[in-house]
């Protein structure tokens, strides 16, 4: 494992040369010790959570079983390091983790001088707010928050919005962060602060751990701009090209109507778009060489859907309307739906 505190005392730009130097190599490095090392959060129901045995589901977690299934047809063989916000950079830049995929905002400053690199948009997201009801039945927007003691996490792209916002509504507010979100949890419902920020896929994922959870509604506003996605450091193409390719193809078998269900029955379809992301050669062969492309085998989209199912399947039985988060599409549905879920073709 190599020193997590080569981060911590490099500047933005050496930064991204030790990326450079830790990341070469990475799709060799995995398959030679047969794992992928994943960062995810430390707890948050949908997107990257422990069971009691210490198994981990969620969409961020999904993702990391789609890239091992692409790589060794076993969406078993990953293994998962639980980051703060703080911690999960450095943990990257590293070498400590191969890919982070923890609710991270893809922001300019993250993807040029920090060293890393986002390979997709597994969920678009935007910041908002939650309220105790019961202590604030008047406040309905938060626009009505100016004084306010508001409650985050450090490390975050949440604080840096905050101050944004109350600065451009001329409001005073009190930050209260905290590097653990349990424990800036536990001061919003202790009532150190009035109002608690975060995405708002966390809000709705957060709110479900409070001891009343009807008791806090999330308000209206939604502050800014969070796209969520897989992250991979700088300086390795060959990595960045698989962690884009898992993404892409679970968009892709999605539109096509490929799923862990039909899988098997498709590599007959004669559609060439199927064939293609199934890597199925059709009769001008044009299907053969995609995996090869990529370093993989020419079933690796096959082996991801049948392990994962497409983006479609991984919403649902995450963060859908049939689990407790109950969040619809919207912006994640596809692109063809009016959605922003949208991926090149194989070509
Ligand atoms: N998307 C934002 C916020 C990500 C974030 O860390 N959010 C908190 C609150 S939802 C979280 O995931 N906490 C879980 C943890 O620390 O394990 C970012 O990339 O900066």
């Known amino acids: ?153 450090t490390g975050t792209t949440t604080e840096l919005n905050v101050a944004d916002y109350f600065k451009s509504n001329n409001m005073e507010y009190k930050v209260v962060a905290f590097e653990k979100n349990e424990e800036a949890l536990a001061a919003y419902e202790d009532g150190r602060c009035d109002v608690y920020t975060t995405d708002q896929s966390g809000l709705y994922s957060q709110r479900l751990r409070f001891s009343a959870p009807d008791d806090h509604v999330i308000l209206p506003e939604i502050i800014s701009k969070e796209p969520l996605g897989p992250v991979v450091r700088q300086g390795d193409d060959a990595w960045f090209n698989v962690a884009k390719w898992t993404y892409f193809a679970l968009v892709n078998a999605e539109e096509l109507g490929v799923d862990s269900k039909n899988v098997e029955e498709m590599k007959a379809s004669k559609n060439p778009e199927i064939q293609r992301l199934l890597g199925v050669p059709n009769a001008d062969d044009s299907a053969a060489g995609f995996g090869t492309g990529i370093g993989l085998d020419e079933a690796w989209a096959a082996n991801i859907i049948k392990a994962t199912g497409n983006y479609g399947e991984i919403f649902e039985r995450n963060v859908g309307m049939s689990t407790p988060l109950k969040i619809a599409r919207g912006k994640n549905a596809l692109w063809k739906d009016g959605g922003l879920q949208y991926a090149p073709p194989i070509r």
Do not use: H
């Not at 990326?19 to 398959?31: E, F, N, P, Q, Y």
């Not at 969409?59 to 916000?85: H, Q």
């Open 1 to 153: 494992m190599k020193s997590k505190v080569m981060g911590f005392v490099f500047g933005a730009a050496a930064c991204a040369a030790a990326a450079t130097a830790a990341s070469a190599g990475t799709l060799d490095d995995v398959k030679q010790k047969g794992f992928i090392q994943c960062g995810v959060s430390q707890g948050l129901t949908g997107f990257s959570n422990p069971d009691d045995q210490n198994n981990w589901t969620g969409m961020d977690v999904d993702f990391c079983r789609a890239m091992a299934a692409a790589i060794f047809d076993d969406a078993t063989k990953v293994k998962y390091t639980p980051l703060s916000a703080k911690e999960r950079f450095t943990a990257l830049q590293s070498g400590e983790i191969d890919v982070l995929s923890r609710n991270t905002t893809w922001t300019m400053s993250r993807d040029t001088s920090s060293g890393l690199k986002f390979a997709g948009v597994m969920y678009y997201d935007g910041q908002g707010f939650i309220i105790n009801k019961k202590k604030f039945p008047d406040v309905n927007s938060a626009l009505q928050l100016s004084g306010a003691a508001v409650c985050t996490q």
